[in-house]
């Protein structure tokens, strides 16, 4: 067996409308894997079902080689750890207690005889170690963010699935996040991650799989996926993509043209709201 998790045919519904539509992919250990697209894409979806929060109505997703459908909790949880787009922490918990939850599914085992180290080490890498002792709803958006990063890492999984985890971070935390999962997949980790920012899935993917309306639309490199035709097409808008010219990575940019919208309904809205 090559891959780490398969989908096969996989189809999500909600009332009448259709989130996933036939999705069919393999992913291998070590990958670092970028899903991107435009809103309502079906991204975080995607990513629900494949770590095994969300059972598709079709089709199957198997991590290493077993159905999700039919792993216990426990064994799952220690196969694959999930970062969801937002994080909800309960009231009163400190810093270290919320990381320290990613060690719960080794409670009882050998593991478990790590978990101090391994917490402090999490804490250390997302830069939340001299955060330890605050209490988790006083952090700033950033700080709640690298510590949810820190519990996941914590966790100690061979797979990790996170939603858009830079978003709240700024560009030095981003890169260096970043950086840290391309070490894990050198070390045989495989991690599937959900990101607006096409210009960090360019630089830092292995492989990228762009969704439309529910449907993958490209599956491969990064630069037989990020070209302007097809991100024109895709997202809405105008995009160019130049290339690096040290390391001809794909440099991708809307076009920048000036606004051609009708401005009748703004103006309305701005006459109703303007100090008087």
Known sequence: ??????????????????????????????????????????????????????????????????????????????????????????????????????????????????????VAASM????????????????????????SLARVFAQQTPVLFLDEPSAALDICHSERLLGQLRALTRLGHTILVVSHDLDSAASWADRIILLSEGKIVADGAPADVLTAELLTDVYGTGIEVLRHPESGVPIVRPKRTGWSEPLGEIAALSSRTAPV
């Open 1 to 118: 067996m090559s891959w780490v998790l398969r989908a096969k045919q996989v189809l999500v519904e909600a009332g009448q409308r259709r989130l996933l539509d036939d999705i069919n992919l393999e992913i291998g250990r070590g990958e670092l894997v970028m899903l991107v697209g435009p809103n309502g894409a079906g991204k975080s979806t995607l990513l629900s079902t494949l770590s095994g929060d969300l059972t598709p109505q079709q089709g199957t997703v198997e991590l290493f080689g077993q159905p999700l459908r039919e792993l216990r909790p426990r064994s799952a949880a220690r196969m694959r750890a999930v970062l969801e787009q937002h994080p909800r922490v309960g009231f009163g918990f400190l810093v270290r207690e919320v990381v320290a939850l990613g060690r719960t599914p080794w409670r009882n085992t050998d593991a478990s005889d790590d978990d101090e180290t391994v």
């Open 124 to 147: 250390t890498v997302n830069d939340v170690l001299h955060l330890e002792g605050r209490d988790a709803l006083t952090l700033s958006g950033g700080e709640s963010a690298r510590m």
